[in-house]
């Protein structure tokens, strides 16, 4: 499988709860790209939970196996297009997805996701696994 993959936290979510789909796609793509506001929502989510030790493991082992994508300068051009893209559109998203397609756009990767929200992101790679 080639190409690049950055992961949205559904996927993230998917694959730590046993999604057999996701894992198999995960282990043929090898290594995967993480976005830091996914790792953000990941954490704020292993915050909330019973097992806040467990689950921030699990969030900072898949980032030592992927490629951490920050919010650099790249993909704060990308946020600003994004923004009036959509708002142009009437179509606005949430801040963390705008942020999450905006690294995506920056890093030239295909999105992984099962978030609609993204469908109206003009240029932007989708694929749902």
Request: proline residues 5%; contains cysteine; charged residues 20%.
């Amino acid at each position: 499988m080639a190409g690049r993959f950055l992961l949205d936290t559904n996927i993230v979510i998917a694959h730590f709860e046993g999604d057999e789909a996701v894992t198999e796609r995960l282990e043929a793509v090898g290594q995967a790209l993480i976005p830091a506001p996914v790792v953000a929502e990941l954490l704020y989510g292993a915050q909330k939970s019973r097992r806040i030790g467990y689950n921030a493991d699990r969030v900072f082992d898949l980032v030592r196996v992927s490629v951490f994508v920050p919010c650099g300068l790249a993909a704060c051009e990308q946020y600003a297009r994004i923004k009036l893209a959509v708002a142009r559109m009437g179509r606005p998203i949430p801040v963390n997805d705008l942020w999450i397609a905006a690294c995506c756009a920056a890093a030239e990767a295909t999105l992984v996701t099962r978030d609609g929200h993204f469908d109206g992101v003009p240029g932007l790679q989708i694929e749902a696994w």
